[in-house]
């Protein structure tokens, strides 16, 4: 406990810390002059000068910490997100590894796959509204498909970028099958998984808003998700609202992304040493 809490304040003090918090302040005064701009200056600056204050949008952040639909908002994103997500794991990489390790299958299912790939998940929504039974069902399928596709294909290249020589030698050593997938095939793939769900991730959290916007938030009551609380926002007139909703996002996914690769260090410590 004392060496986590060592190495968290060293981390905190650390100059890509320091880096990481000039670079935020001097974001924001940029923003607050840029949006203040007709006030101080006299014009107003191009795209900016129509942005929101930071101060003003901390304003309304502040007031929306003790919204209930707010906070349903976000509780309802997450568990979409995470829905999709976790669902896009279990099927893809098992399909991926199979891909990469039997030729037939991989003949058999990698035209169709790359033929689906390209298709852009929001794509998606029109179809998965007609046939899902319910919106929250489509939403969840449509964020299922953000990070399937991206799983599956980092799984399939980190599968078949192993060394041959890898196999020989076990195969010398009188491996079995199973063998070789558990101590060759599947420690080398994970590092093409923890970035395949790292990217996947970033993406489901795009997808899931998309999607909330255009069906409507789902069957849900007050809070919608935060992509419908970004629209209501808009349709409202409250623009402060509508980027304290993208933030909300940003750090949303940001923490999710995080606790991926702090998940994926644990999952692969020989990287860790280089």
Same mark, same amino acid.
């Given at each position: 406990?004392?060496?986590?809490?060592?190495?968290?304040?060293?981390?905190?003090?650390?100059?890509?810390?320091?880096?990481?918090?000039?670079?935020?302040?001097?974001?924001? =005064?940029?923003?607050?002059? #840029?949006?203040?701009?007709?006030?101080?200056?006299?014009?107003?600056?191009?795209?900016?000068?129509?942005?929101?204050?930071?101060?003003?949008?901390?304003?309304? /952040?502040? #007031?929306?910490?003790? *919204?209930?639909?707010?906070?349903?908002?976000?509780?309802?994103?997450?568990?979409? =997100?995470?829905? #999709?997500? $976790?669902?896009?794991?279990?099927?893809?990489?098992?399909?991926?590894?199979?891909?990469?390790?039997?030729?037939?299958?991989?003949?058999?299912?990698?035209p169709s796959f790359e033929v689906?790939?390209?298709?852009?998940?929001?794509?998606?929504?029109?179809?998965?509204?007609?046939? /899902?039974?319910?919106?929250?069902?489509? $939403?969840?399928?449509?964020?299922?498909?953000?990070?399937?596709?991206?799983?599956?294909?980092?799984?399939v290249g980190g599968a078949k970028?192993? @060394?041959?020589?890898?196999?020989?030698?076990?195969?010398?050593?009188?491996?079995?099958? /199973? @063998?070789?997938?558990?101590?060759?095939?599947?420690?080398?793939?994970?590092?093409?998984?923890?970035?395949?769900?790292?990217?996947?991730?970033?993406?489901?959290?795009?997808?899931?808003?998309?999607?909330?916007? $255009?069906?409507?938030g789902g069957n849900s009551g007050?809070?919608?998700?935060? #992509?419908?609380?970004? /629209? *209501?926002?808009?349709?409202?007139?409250?623009?402060?609202?509508?980027?304290?909703?993208?933030?909300?996002?940003?750090?949303?996914?940001?923490?999710?992304?995080?606790?991926?690769?702090?998940?994926?260090?644990?999952?692969?410590?020989?990287?860790?040493?280089?």
């Open positions: 406990m004392q060496k986590s809490m060592t190495r968290l304040r060293k981390k905190l003090v650390s100059r890509a810390s320091l880096r990481a918090f000039i670079s935020l302040v001097t974001f924001l =005064v940029l923003w607050e002059i #840029g949006s203040r701009s007709k006030e101080w200056l006299g014009y107003s600056l191009p795209w900016i000068g129509q942005v929101p204050a930071p101060s003003a949008v901390l304003r309304v /952040w502040a #007031g929306l910490l003790t *919204n209930q639909g707010y906070w349903e908002s976000w509780y309802l994103s997450l568990v979409r =997100v995470l829905a #999709g997500f $976790i669902a896009a794991m279990v099927i893809g990489i098992p399909l991926g590894l199979l891909m990469a390790v039997s030729k037939t299958f991989n003949g058999l299912s990698f689906l790939r390209p298709i852009p998940p929001l794509a998606w929504v029109p179809v998965s509204i007609i046939f /899902w039974p319910t919106q929250e069902l489509s $939403i969840a399928f449509v964020t299922f498909l953000g990070a399937f596709f991206t799983v599956v294909i980092n799984v970028s192993i @060394d041959s020589r890898y196999f020989q030698a076990a195969q010398a050593m009188g491996a079995s099958q /199973w @063998d070789i997938f558990r101590r060759v095939v599947l420690p080398a793939t994970l590092p093409s998984i923890v970035v395949g769900s790292s990217v996947g991730m970033g993406i489901t959290w795009n997808v899931v808003v998309a999607a909330e916007m $255009i069906s409507g007050s809070g919608g998700g935060l #992509g419908f609380f970004i /629209w *209501n926002s808009y349709v409202g007139g409250s623009y402060e609202q509508i980027v304290v909703g993208m933030i909300s996002i940003g750090i949303a996914g940001f923490a999710c992304s995080e606790i991926l690769r702090a998940v994926g260090g644990l999952s692969t410590p020989w990287l860790q040493k280089r």
